[in-house]
């Protein structure tokens, strides 16, 4: 392991907490973002907040995450470029992982620091880049065995990042050629990913026009040798823009509207009340455990459901949060103080959520029936209670 190393990581954003949880296990960490209402789910985890500049010159070693989601905007990342430029020290070593355009680590970002501290690049402090790839609690063990691409602004660097990451990522390292070459694998990974998912998307919608059950069609062509099987998101939300993909981000934009009518309509068709009905809507972080911020398609869906009149309760099975707290604007009610409602949308499947079986829906739904949504399809249709009417997305 190396030695003196304390990490400050820099915003608060949505990988923070699971880079802060994986440092810390081995080496000294802070974590620093200028908005002090970020501290509390840090303090939680027994993790150092600070919202004052001045400790940053305490650190030698940079992470810099980001602070704002859905992307990380030139602002946001420059305003921090310009925070810990004026506050680190000669020797400091800084390592970007937010996804941004090739070249904005050299272009912008390198720049900035040098204006704002008086050091040269390369000489007097250095720069890398990695792609963020942390996961949940729950995935630890598929994170210990992924590889870690990681670029330097040259050799030693890469070196010594390389060094820096290999205790929390026993996959191995990989050297990128280039920190521009990392920047684009990262936007490669997302976009390959995201247009698969907007496939899928498209094509569940036209399958449930039709009465055809999605997961039925995945398993059956998952029998085919060389099949990826990638399943539908409906309410998922997405890391950063990039140019050519904005067909693609404009139906994300609209995936929760898109649900939530589909849901008022069903509830119409069986004669349901809109007006006023009480509705559940359980999950509202992501399913993956890499943030504690809100899925935007499920802000979205929440949103929608209101316009329509219904009375609107969220919960989410990785936050212990009371009314009088909030994600992403919504407010969120304990598991246990929910109201019976008509209706239960199982938005973002947390593990609670699917271990929890049939009873939990049964009790959130008045006199044990009504309708269950379940976007992502993973409750067992064999075990469903008589009462419950069961739509899956």
């Not at 509390?40 to 940053?56: M, P, S």
């Not at 947390?350 to 949504?373: I, Q, S, T």
Request: aromatic fraction near 8%; include cysteine.
């Amino acid at each position: 392991m190396m030695e003196n190393v304390k990490i400050t990581i820099v915003g608060a954003g949505e990988n923070s907490l699971l880079a802060a949880t994986a440092f810390g296990a081995v080496y000294p960490v802070i974590v620093f973002d200028p908005d002090r209402s970020k501290r509390a789910r840090f303090d939680e985890k027994g993790i150092v907040f600070t919202d004052q500049a001045g400790e940053l010159a305490e650190t030698g070693i940079f992470l810099i995450t980001g602070s704002k989601r859905p992307a990380y905007t030139l602002d946001a990342l420059s305003e921090l470029c310009r925070i810990v430029g004026k506050q680190m020290k000669k020797g400091s070593v800084l390592i970007f992982e937010a996804p941004v355009y090739p070249g904005t680590t050299e272009e912008i970002c390198i720049p900035l620091l040098e204006q704002h501290s008086g050091f040269a690049a390369g000489k007097e402090f250095f720069v890398g880049f990695v792609p963020a790839r942390w996961q949940s609690s729950e995935a630890q063990g598929k994170l210990a065995k992924m590889r870690k691409v990681i670029a330097g602004q040259s050799g030693p660097v890469t070196d010594y990042l390389a060094d820096l990451f290999a205790p929390i990522h026993e996959g191995g390292i990989y050297k990128a050629k280039s920190i521009r070459v990392a920047e684009a694998a990262q936007l490669l990974e997302i976009a390959q990913k995201e247009v698969n998912i907007a496939l899928m998307n498209e094509v569940a919608l036209t399958l449930n026009q039709q009465g055809i059950d999605t997961h039925d069609v995945l398993e059956t062509a998952n029998t085919r040798r060389g099949f990826i099987k990638i399943e539908p998101d409906p309410l998922g939300d997405h890391p950063v823009p990039w140019h050519g993909m904005d067909q693609f981000w404009c139906k994300g934009e609209q995936k929760g509207r898109q649900v939530a009518q589909r849901v008022i309509k069903k509830l119409i068709q069986n004669e349901v009340i809109i007006h006023e009905a009480r509705i559940t809507v359980l999950g509202v972080t992501r399913e993956d455990g890499a943030s504690e911020e809100a899925e935007a398609g499920v802000i979205d869906l929440v949103s929608e459901l209101r316009e329509y009149g219904m009375d609107v309760q969220v919960a989410d099975a990785r936050l212990e949060l009371g009314q009088s707290e909030c994600a992403g604007g919504v407010l969120l009610t304990k598991q246990e103080e929910l109201l019976p409602a008509v209706s239960v949308i199982l938005a973002v499947p947390h593990e609670a959520y699917r271990k929890a079986g049939w009873k939990l829906y049964e009790r959130l739904l008045e006199g044990k029936a009504g309708y269950v949504f379940d976007v992502k399809s993973i409750l067992e249709r064999d075990e469903k209670p008589e009462k419950v009417t069961l739509w899956r997305m």
